[in-house]
């Protein structure tokens, strides 16, 4: 099982974190993770780390908008 955003998405071999932010969240789809921090268990990922992550199942998954301004 996979938590994304406090939503459980089945896990299987192979999946990516970007297959399941494309598959299952209209929100992130083909997002690219740029411009939103991504925490996986709890770790910040760069962008570059998020968009090659490769899920191992039974992982919690945030992913928030990066706000900007003053």
Do not use: W
């Not at 083909?30 to 039974?58: H, M, P, R």
């Amino acid at each position: 099982m996979i938590r994304l955003n406090g939503i459980e998405y089945e896990h299987r071999p192979g999946l990516t974190l970007c297959e399941l932010a494309d598959r299952y969240s209209a929100t992130y789809r083909k997002l690219c993770f740029d411009g939103f921090v991504v925490i996986v268990d709890g770790q910040a990922l760069t962008t570059d780390q998020a968009q090659a992550k490769i899920l191992e199942g039974n992982e919690d998954i945030f992913i928030v908008p990066v706000l900007d301004g003053g």
